[in-house]
């Protein structure tokens, strides 16, 4: 079994900053794909970025382009998302996804985190 743990939301004001981390822990599994979502209240989770470990490419939303940076730490399975210039529509809750085998040619499946509620005052 695979758990994300995440951690770095809170209150910020406009033009602020957060760091969010996101660690995923169990048995041997290969990550497919690791990043953040995000459900704003009564809109659809959408995208914010994310890491394709296949060709090590990353994608962003086009709303957080220039203004929020993923990265990860391999060895220990973490992934971040620093986030400059926040603005009140960032505000959120968060979500860490990952798409996860246990074994080379064995069938993936999607985990979430718990979610981190981040504000923009502004």
């Known amino acids: 079994q695979v758990q994300l743990v995440e951690s770095g939301g809170g209150l910020v004001q406009a033009g602020g900053s957060l760091r969010l981390s996101c660690v995923a822990s169990g048995s041997a599994f290969i990550i497919n794909t690791m990043g953040w979502y995000r459900q704003a209240p009564g809109k659809q989770r959408e995208l914010v970025a994310a890491?394709?470990?296949?060709?090590?490419?990353?994608t962003y939303a086009d709303s957080v382009k220039g203004r929020f940076t993923i990265s990860r730490d391999n060895a220990k399975n973490t992934v971040y998302l620093q986030m400059n210039s926040l603005k009140a529509e960032d505000t959120a809750v968060y979500y860490c996804?990952?798409?996860?085998?246990?074994?080379?040619?064995?069938?993936?499946?999607?985990?979430w985190g718990q979610g981190t509620q981040v504000t923009v005052s502004s």
């Open positions: 996804h990952a798409d996860i085998r246990v074994a080379l040619g064995r069938p993936s499946y999607d985990y």
């Open positions: 890491f394709i470990t296949r060709g090590g490419t990353t």
